[in-house]
């Protein structure tokens, strides 16, 4: 089975909001931890908000954490 980049991104991202659900998670911070690029973790990551799998709180202090 091959998975696509967007895939492969969104599973990575999706399990470490697991990992660690007590905080929120920067775009910038995870496309550091991973290596990958950050405008495509963009792309990813606000997929799975409109999907309603993760949220995403904007301004200083934001970040992604896994919807519950």
Not at 9 to 26: K, Q, Y
Not at 29 to 54: D, P, W
């Amino acid at each position: 089975m091959r998975l696509t980049l967007h895939t492969d991104f969104a599973l990575r991202l999706l399990m470490l909001l697991a990992l660690e659900p007590d905080r929120l998670h920067t775009i910038e911070e995870v496309a550091r931890r991973y290596r990958i690029s950050r405008n495509h973790l963009t792309k990813v990551a606000q997929t799975l908000a409109q999907q309603g799998f993760v949220e995403s709180l904007r301004g200083r202090g934001g970040g992604l954490k896994l919807a519950k």
